[in-house]
T-cell receptor
């Protein structure tokens, strides 16, 4: 059974800071890696995904994946108060409709103006 | 755009009674639907994955007898929590994907409060 862990559990940063969120997984056969963001009282929404080792950047957000170390991370450049949310990482074996996506418990990010 | 609606948003039920929750996909065909529970203890657990034309797959610690799921068509799914007790409290989230799609679209959840 896949075990997905996130750290830290919560994080408070000032506006403009660079923020790093971590995710580890247990199954080395995992192939698909996602970050979701959940604002308070709202549905989780997919933020970014990565399927091969390395980095992927989209705007202020960068994912870094290292399959050998069973670790991937999300980095936020120039953090904004609107980035305040619960960040959830998710892992699956397959990206198709048949893939079971396992989530971590989340990192609660608060960005202070 | 792809939207997922869940209802009811919140239910308070007596210990030992049951609660049914529904999930409606709008703007896409929900080939597979995954049900999750986000608990007060800060876990985000996969309960089961339902794919059209395939058997529903339940995760360890979750059973069909306790969490029966129906997925009759490409836009609707429902799940019931039978004989709910305190440990069943939490936010039940429905996530749906279309064929070949990787992104899971979530509803805002059905919150179960057991008293």
């Amino acid at each position: 059974q896949q075990n997905v862990q996130q750290s830290p559990e919560s994080l408070i940063v000032p506006e403009g800071a660079r923020t790093s969120l971590n995710c580890t997984f247990s199954d080395s056969a995992s192939q698909y890696f996602w970050w979701y963001r959940q604002h308070s009282g709202k549905a989780p929404k997919a933020l970014m995904s990565i399927f091969s080792n390395g980095e992927k950047e989209e705007g202020r957000f960068t994912i870094h994946l290292n399959k050998a170390s069973l670790h991937f991370s999300l980095h936020i450049r120039d953090s904004q108060p609107s980035d305040s949310a619960l960040y959830l990482c998710a892992v699956s074996h397959r990206g198709s409709a048949l893939g079971r996506l396992h989530f971590g418990a989340g990192t609660q990010l608060i960005v202070i103006p | 755009g792809a939207l997922v609606y869940q209802y009811p948003r919140r239910t308070i039920c007596k210990s030992g009674t049951s609660m049914r929750m529904e999930c409606q996909a709008v703007g896409f065909q929900a080939t597979s639907v995954a049900w999750y529970r986000q608990s007060p203890q800060k876990t985000f657990e996969l309960i089961a994955l339902s794919t059209v034309n395939s058997a529903i797959k339940y995760e360890q610690n979750f059973t069909q007898e306790k969490f029966p799921i129906s997925h009759p068509n490409l836009s609707f799914s429902s799940m019931t929590v039978l004989n709910a007790y305190l440990e069943d409290r939490g936010l039940y989230l429905c996530g749906a994907r279309e064929t070949g799609g990787g992104t899971l679209y979530f509803g805002e959840g059905s919150r179960l409060i057991v008293v």
